[in-house]
């Protein structure tokens, strides 16, 4: 039953990261600071899922309005 846990728990982060992965190429930051993101992403799933949601390219629009 846990392996099972694990697996769904596993799945939602690797789904939640690509999630975030295409929401950054598609944002209007800059093509380096996109490749910056996706490689905290993609090397550290769950911390950088984390960052990037607190101080991803969203956060930008939330300090200027």
Request: hydrophobic share 65%; no cysteine; aromatic share 16%.
């Amino acid at each position: 039953m846990s392996s099972f846990l694990y697996d769904l728990v596993a799945f939602a982060i690797f789904v939640v990261d690509i999630w975030a992965i295409v929401q950054v190429v598609r944002s209007d930051a800059e093509t380096f600071k996109k490749v910056l993101w996706v490689v905290l992403i993609a090397l550290l799933p769950v911390i950088g899922l984390m960052i990037w949601a607190f101080a991803g390219p969203r956060a930008y629009g939330r300090e200027q309005a």
